[in-house]
């Protein structure tokens, strides 16, 4: 490993890999970072070597992943594994611990490729013991060949949420409910995106097959659901909400036991790394959340950034592959290894195919919003799991005057946990929207600073 | 709480998790072996001492926290199983580490 290459990768997801591998072919020094173990990101994790129980039911979208990874490791790039990024400034050094030991890495050019998160879903309970995410579960499946033992519930919304209850059936989990949390807004809304999304039809006919099978499978599955909370005492005990029309008693109130919960309500971009890096970030109202602003190219606001996949908004894993292709043809154009009319020449039918990909978005957006109640939670909901906040606490410190997530992570400890922030802060900027009325704009984020892991003292001497 | 899919014909190592020993397939997750030899906790909260199991599994949410053979505060979610690990709960915050 050297201390210096021309483009630094970070992410080996479906972004990362093409992009790493390109460049290398295309004659850049080219080194890609990565926390995990293998090559493959979540989508593809463990695709190298799939575990055999399962390698049947994962699905022909997973095996897509196989000869990613393959062209990476056949392409030369250089692979640095089990490395954190703890570490990156707006000079762009980026620092990582790798084995107890840090290591710095400059680039001239930096391609961020941090993929994406599952957006939380604060509800009462849902840091008991036995409650975990949709995603969870799968990494379970795919890396280990791990199910539940007891009876699981799937509770929440979003095209994952079906893929694994889809995936569940096929190795024959028994699933004791599906709870959707979709609002029924999205289904009126709806109609008009589904010419463009005609044009990737695969998408829809697989998610089609996803609800046929769920159906056929007998699954209870409960709509237009409301007050879901995890309950126990020092476990997962069972799962309660309300269905039906209307308020009050007209509602149904419903209570399954449970030793798994599985929740899902989309997932949303990993920022950490271009607001380290200085990018410039807008909230995007359609798939609630923010977004890196970027050209086709993945060009950042910052000169030497360039930003591909979910990392940037929340594209899937396919159109991330070819963004992330775009982006190592600029790479490379940008170091004159390639001048702009092979640039254009060779982008011209990953361009074609990136729009099929990217058609079903509005489409897959629209019809699976996150319900507000997972948004902006009640009082009494965790939204901090690392401090132990909870919503009352955000809210009052934002009616004493806390103008931003910021000054309320200083009054709350909101934020300031091992985490910092991944699995509250879009909670908390919602939150503080919601109370003071401002919009999501004037509200921002958390201020991300290093270390983005926590590192001992050691660790950091250790170099 | 989890089982594998197929239990036959898989590679095993010896590890200990709270001073007992298991025998975990290769290649998993520290994380994963805990949930699979059926433990009800990682940790217990700092705060208000509180259970929890991993929740991500993929290194966000630093739910599952545990102290791998006498470090504090490692990502049980990141790390692979090997051979005479020793896993314990981690209670509460960690303790500043002994000279070694």
């Known amino acids: ?463 | 709480m989890f089982r594998r899919v197929d239990e036959t014909s898989v590679d095993t190592l010896k590890l200990r998790i709270e001073d007992r020993e298991y025998a975990v397939p290769v290649g998993i997750s520290v994380a994963a072996a805990v949930l699979l030899c059926g433990f009800n906790k990682v940790r217990n909260t700092p705060v208000t001492d509180s259970p929890r199991l991993p929740y991500c599994m993929m290194g966000i949410c630093f739910d599952c926290l545990m102290t791998i053979d006498g470090i504090p505060n490692q990502q049980a979610c990141q790390l692979e199983v090997r051979e005479n690990m020793k896993i314990e709960v981690q209670q509460g915050a960690a303790e500043l580490l002994q000279q070694r």
């Open chain 1, 1 to 463: 490993m050297k201390d210096n290459y021309q483009l630094l990768v970070i992410g080996a997801g479906p972004a990362g890999l093409a992009a790493a591998a390109d460049a290398a072919r295309l004659g850049l020094d080219v080194a890609l970072v990565d926390e995990q173990m293998a090559p493959g990101g979540q989508i593809y994790r463990n695709v190298g070597s799939p575990r055999e129980p399962v390698r049947p039911y994962l699905g022909k979208d997973y095996l897509w992943g196989k000869p990613l990874v393959a062209e990476f490791l056949q392409s030369g790039a250089a692979y640095i594994n089990n490395a954190s990024v703890w570490y990156l400034d707006e000079r762009l050094e980026t620092g990582m611990l790798i084995d107890g030991a840090s290591h710095f890495i400059t680039a001239e050019r930096l391609l961020l490729a941090t993929g994406a998160q599952e957006r939380p879903m604060p509800l009462p309970g849902w840091q008991l013991p036995g409650v975990m995410t949709a995603g969870a579960g799968q990494i379970l499946l795919k890396s280990a060949a791990m199910i539940p033992s007891g009876r699981v519930v799937l509770a929440g919304s979003g095209p994952l949420l079906l893929l694994i209850a889809w995936q569940y059936l096929q190795v024959g989990v028994k699933i004791g409910a599906i709870i959707d949390t979709t609002p029924r807004s999205g289904f009126s809304e709806v109609l008009p995106c589904l010419p463009r999304a005609l044009a990737a039809f695969d998408y829809l006919l697989k998610g089609l097959s996803f609800i046929l099978a769920i159906k056929k499978a007998g699954i209870p599955v409960y709509r237009a659901v409301a007050d879901l909370r995890a309950e126990g005492h020092e476990a997962l005990e069972s799962v309660s909400f309300t269905t039906g029309q209307g308020d009050g008693n007209k509602r149904t109130e419903i209570n399954i036991e449970a030793e798994t919960l599985l929740l899902h309500q989309g997932v949303i971009p990993n920022l950490r790394l271009p607001l380290a890096a200085g990018c410039e970030l807008e909230w995007d109202a359609l798939q609630q959340s923010w977004k890196t602003v970027k050209d086709i190219w993945g060009q950042s606001s910052v000169d030497q950034v360039l930003v591909a996949g979910d990392c940037a908004s929340i594209v899937g894993a396919r159109a991330g592959e070819l963004q992330g292709r775009l982006c190592a043809l600029q790479a490379a154009h940008q170091l004159n290894r390639i001048d702009l009319q092979q640039r254009d020449r060779a982008a011209t039918r990953i361009k074609r195919s990136l729009q099929r990909h990217l058609s079903i978005r509005p489409f897959l957006d629209t019809l699976y919003p996150p319900a507000k109640a997972y948004q902006v939670p009640d009082d009494e909901t965790l939204v901090c799991r690392c401090e132990e906040v909870n919503a009352g606490q955000i809210r009052e410190a934002a009616r004493m005057g806390c103008v931003g997530p910021n000054q309320v992570k200083a009054f709350t400890r909101c934020g300031m946990g091992p985490c910092q922030g991944y699995l509250c802060g879009s909670t908390v900027s919602a939150l503080i929207a919601d109370e003071t009325g401002a919009s999501m704009e004037q509200v921002g984020y958390f201020r991300v600073r290093p270390p983005f892991k926590p590192i001992t003292l050691g660790e950091l001497a250790n170099t």
